[in-house]
């Protein structure tokens, strides 16, 4: 099956042709239902009515204009954004990456701005992944991820997870930042404690650093909150988001107070699409629907049915599975060491359902928000039919 993509992806010989809430219909018309909702991406939905009609919308009025111009659009965006947060001002990029580059850029102009240009490092976690760009590659530090594409850009140091000596230990006059993902998404599902995540802020506070978060996977209503970070009550200073920002439009967002965005003045950052009209459409329609007094609650209501049924899959497969991991919609399956994660996601495609794995052997489940009951359980009833295949082949 030769293609002429770059063979940069090991993937699934499916297509699919078309989708509608949580289902995914291949070219065969075979239905699927989509528990992994495109990584995170696809939160309100395959299709959803509000989103297709504001894009629709737009597309008729008008796409792109540059940033050489007010963009009404992304200004309402970005409004919105800082109404809901701690955040003051946000830059809108296309990707994670590209919000978590911005972050990274904010924070170190924020002391060369300052006078500080040596404080300059930024404090990073074992099993974080902050996208494939070289900058934040190398805030990753994932060395598969890497490898052979030396020289690695300098200036980050990696720290083992949940360990305040360790961050005790790595702070330096020359540390301008912490960066977390307060649930850790591609390394594993590893939530950090409400505790740590404190523990951050405090340190970030008592040192004059600035504290980042990557809610790329974990923000906007993920983890049954609308940002992870609110499960421990903390505020970061920068915030970078995207994967379900866009619902499916890519779009990512760079959220920082205006102090610690104190440097970022005309001429420091820019992306030739970020925050264009049509990317800013897609935002305001997945914000109106998030922003609806009862899609928290329902999020809550799903994910507490999630973890029920979860839980009762683990104990009836405790042969393969170890532990349960995540918080919210955003969860993992710890799968003992004969029972590969890629099989099992494998499996669970043959049972026309959709996962994928994470770091550490986790096969990862990030359902649509809006995933209905119905939905929901008969996804889990097709993954119990290949955990049982699973059981049964590594038996
Ligand atoms: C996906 C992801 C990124 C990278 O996002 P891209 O859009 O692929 O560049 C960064 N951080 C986290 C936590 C992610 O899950």
């Given at each position: 099956m030769e293609t002429h993509l770059m063979p940069t992806y090991a993937r699934a010989d499916v297509a699919f042709a078309r989708g509608e809430g949580a289902r995914l219909y291949d070219e065969r018309g075979a239905d699927y239902i989509d528990l992994l909702a495109g990584i995170g991406v696809i939160s309100l939905g395959h299709c959803h009515p509000h989103l297709v009609a504001a894009v629709q919308e737009q597309a008729e009025r008008l796409w792109h204009v540059s940033n050489l111009f007010r963009i009404r659009e992304a200004e309402r965006a970005a409004a919105r954004l800082c109404a809901m947060t701690f955040a003051e001002v946000v830059f809108f990029g296309n990707s994670g990456a590209e919000a978590i580059e911005a972050a990274i850029k904010v924070a170190r102009k924020h002391f060369a701005a300052a006078?500080?240009?040596?404080r300059n490092r930024i404090i990073t976690f074992e099993g974080a992944f902050h996208g494939r760009t070289l900058g934040a590659l190398a805030a990753g530090g994932n060395e598969a991820h890497l490898?052979?594409?030396?020289?690695r850009c300098p200036g980050f140091i990696q720290v083992p997870r949940e360990n305040e000596k360790a961050v005790r230990a790595a702070i330096t006059p020359e540390v301008a930042a912490i960066l977390v993902e307060p649930v850790q998404g591609e390394g594993g599902i590893h939530a950090f404690s409400d505790d740590f995540l404190r523990f951050l802020r405090g340190v970030c506070d008592e040192h004059g650093i600035l504290l980042i978060f990557d809610?790329?996977?974990?923000?906007?209503?993920?983890?049954?909150?609308?940002?992870?970070?609110e499960h421990a009550g903390v505020w970061p200073d920068i915030m970078a988001l995207a994967k379900g920002l866009g619902g499916g439009f890519p779009v990512g967002a760079c959220l920082a107070t205006r102090e610690a965005a104190?440097?970022?003045?005309?001429?420091t950052h820019g992306s030739?699409?970020?925050?264009?009209p049509l990317a800013m459409a897609a935002v305001s329609a997945v914000l109106d629907e998030m922003e609806k007094p009862g899609f928290l609650p329902q999020v809550r209501e799903r994910a507490e049915g999630l973890d029920l049924a979860l839980r009762q899959i683990a104990e009836d497969f405790s042969g393969v599975v170890r532990a349960l991991r995540g918080r919210g919609l955003m969860?993992?399956?710890?799968?003992?060491?004969?029972?590969?994660n890629t099989e099992l996601v494998r499996l669970a495609r043959e049972e026309r359902v959709i996962v994928c794995g994470a770091g550490e052997n986790v096969v990862r489940l990030l359902p649509?928000?809006?995933?209905?009951e119905a939905e929901l359980n008969e996804g889990l009833a097709r993954l119990r039919r290949a955990l049982e295949r699973l059981a049964h082949e590594t038996g």
């Open positions: 006078g500080e240009p040596q490898s052979g594409f030396e020289p809610e790329i996977q974990c923000g906007l209503g993920r983890t049954g909150r609308m940002f992870a970070c104190s440097g970022m003045v005309a001429g030739t699409f970020g925050g264009n969860r993992g399956l710890h799968l003992r060491e004969k029972a590969p649509p928000l809006t995933i209905t």
